[in-house]
């Protein structure tokens, strides 16, 4: 069973950072913290897991950093046991293909979803902790001392066996394409409302990649009549922002003066070209994460506003901390998704209900991104292609001339969820 695997110990990770300055395969030889291993096909390890063929994986912009060991060993994260050996893919589309004994709600034949790691419900641990008992299980307590059978494969595997309460089985109606979305979406879902704007207040959304332009779709279809603003970089990401409804859009090279204008802050400079806001946005949901855009997003919200972090960073910041007490800020984190309650009466009625639209563009399949062989593993990664800003991409196993499976990336523009007619 082909079997992608991220192993973050520093024996993998200092000497792939070392040679990948001068040798930027480095990231992808057999040294490297990314292996693809051919692992004896296992049983599954309990009567309620299932097995999975995976069809259709996102690559993301947090598996790429992790791949790039694109980390700090001295952040929080990094001395927890479960965050040094992972399986890459976390956005998936498979099929079930084997249901133990006990199974309750998968069926084999079912299209599913990825939902969440180990936790207290799929490892059957008593009492659920605080976040597994109103259903966040990615904020599971017990994350670094579960027991129990470890999940084996992510999307980048040819398989993945987990216990069947890690899954969502997604409808018939629904694309692969569009299921694939459906994870990057309900972490937009839930980073909105992790802090739900108002309606008229000012809305900025640092970042107009994945993530940014469905946070952006969340926010027009939840509150309608809050005034969004979009931060981009690239000409097709205002196009696409400037269609899904984005009020305003601003450039990182005028920045100050774009959100002084949109807002009708005062920006005031200081020495050595110290900028501050007063006034400026209520809520700002900064999809980058990195260090320059939480130090603009903290100057630019006005007194009692909210920054929503919802950008990953694997890197230890220095940030001034001075706005967040002057303005009394709230600065806000948010992690993956969790189980939602959405307010009665939103717009987001029942009948109003958008999928992601089923015509993604979707470009020709990329050369191999890798193929195991007898010999070796060979990896073709193309990083240029992998890092394409704006795009996501995506992969799935196929049979091929090149060996017994590889590896195919996809990459399309991100749909909207608001279908263009009004019929469901």
């Known amino acids: 069973m082909w ?15 070392l040679l990948g300055v001068v040798w930027p395969g480095a990231y992808f030889a057999s040294f490297a913290p990314l292996q693809v291993q051919n692992l004896p096909r296992q049983t599954l390890p309990a009567t309620n897991w299932v097995r999975v063929r995976n069809r259709l994986a996102g690559i993301s912009g947090s598996d790429l950093g992790l791949i790039y060991s694109a980390g700090d060993f001295r952040i929080a994260l ?69 027991s129990g059978p470890e999940p084996i494969g992510g999307g980048w595997s040819e398989e993945m066996l987990l216990h069947e309460q890690q899954l969502f089985r997604i409808p018939p109606a629904m694309s692969d394409e569009q299921a694939v979305l459906l994870e990057p979406s309900a972490v937009a879902v839930h980073a909105v409302l992790r802090r739900l704007p108002q309606p008229g207040e000012n809305v900025l959304i640092i970042g107009a990649g994945t993530i940014g332009l469905l946070t952006l779709q969340v926010v027009r279809a939840l509150v309608p009549q809050a005034i969004v603003s979009v931060m981009a970089r690239y000409a097709y990401q205002i196009e696409q922002a400037t269609r899904m409804g984005a009020a305003h859009i601003l450039y990182p090279q005028d920045s100050y003066q774009s ?166």
């Open 3 to 17: 079997t992608s695997t991220l192993e973050l110990s520093s024996r993998r990770v200092i000497p792939t950072r």
């Open 78 to 146: 990094a001395a927890l046991p479960r965050h040094q050996l992972s399986y890459p893919g976390h956005e998936v589309v498979g099929e079930v293909i084997q249901v133990g004994d006990d199974v309750q709600y998968l069926h084999v034949g079912d299209r599913v979803v990825l939902q969440s790691g180990p936790n207290c419900v799929s490892t059957g641990a008593q009492p659920l902790c605080r976040s597994c008992a109103i259903g966040n299980y990615n904020l599971c307590e017990r994350g670094s001392s579960l």
């Open 259 to 424: 959100v002084a204008r949109a807002t009708g802050a005062q920006l005031y400079t200081g020495m050595f070209g110290n900028k501050m806001l007063i006034g400026g946005y209520d809520v700002i949901y900064d999809t980058v994460g990195s260090q320059q855009t939480i130090h603009d997003s903290i100057r630019w919200t006005r007194a009692g506003g909210t920054v929503v972090i919802v950008g990953i960073s694997l890197h230890t910041m220095r940030i001034d901390p001075t706005p967040i007490w002057y303005q009394e800020i709230d600065l806000t984190g948010t992690f993956s998704h969790g189980m939602e309650t959405w307010p009665i009466g939103t717009y987001l009625q029942r009948n109003h209900v958008r999928r992601p639209s089923k015509s993604c563009s979707i470009t020709p399949c990329y050369p191999p991104l890798w193929y195991p062989t007898s010999e070796q593993q060979h990896v073709n990664a193309a990083p240029s292609r992998l890092q394409q800003p704006g795009l996501k991409s995506t992969g799935m196993i196929k049979k091929s001339q090149h060996g017994p499976h590889h590896l195919m990336s996809i990459s399309f523009r991100l749909p909207s969820l608001r279908r263009q007619s009004r019929s469901r």
